[in-house]
């Protein structure tokens, strides 16, 4: 069965290895997790709330409160995120292990970036339009690509062999403001 003509602007291959996949797994937890400050937020109002509070009526009892609360939500909010981080470094351990086992430990992913955007890792193949993108997560190395049907296309800054980077972004840019 032939493979229908499309206009390829850039074309993106890069090696995924289990340092790789660490590395992007790692960085879009990051980029996500300083996304939430919910957590920050709870924790600045539980400390600040009894203390403004004790200001206002002039009572120091509130004071020693807002301590308190302090130092107890401290301890809780480093808890969450140490339970939290924990979580997630169990899950992309099990992310990392099932794709070794069924790819491999050296599998090349190519994309294809034109007119829509087609991939390939191993034995896998899909395609998607940039309606299909949901969202957009930038790294110091890559420009990640997370879709609706839940694939994430890390595209690798250095692993353009058609087209460069600096082309790149404006061309994609366009697309995503044409979707």
Avoid at 46 to 74: E, H, Q, R, T, W
Wanted: glycine content about 8%; overall charge negative; hydrophobic content about 40%.
């Amino acid at each position: 069965m032939m493979e229908k003509e499309q206009n390829d602007q850039f074309t993106i291959e890069a090696v995924m290895d289990e340092q790789s996949m660490r590395e992007i797994l790692s960085g879009i937890w990051t980029y996500k997790t300083g996304r939430n400050k919910l957590p920050v937020i709870l924790y600045l109002l539980a400390v600040f709330a009894p203390g403004v509070y004790a200001f206002i009526k002039k009572n120091m009892d509130y004071v020693l409160l807002s301590a308190v609360l302090g130092l107890v939500g401290l301890v809780c909010l480093l808890i969450y995120v140490g339970v939290i981080a924990l979580r997630k470094a169990r899950k992309h351990e099990r992310v990392i292990d099932q794709t070794i086992d069924r790819y491999g430990s050296h599998t090349t992913l190519h994309i294809d970036i034109g007119d829509d955007i087609r991939y390939r890792f191993g034995d896998s193949r899909g395609s998607a339009g940039y309606d299909d993108i949901d969202k957009i997560i930038e790294l110091e190395m890559y420009l990640v690509l997370e879709l609706k049907n839940g694939v994430t296309l890390p595209i690798w800054k250095l692993g353009f062999t058609k087209g460069e980077w600096e082309e790149f972004i404006p061309y994609f840019k366009e697309r995503m403001e044409n979707r």
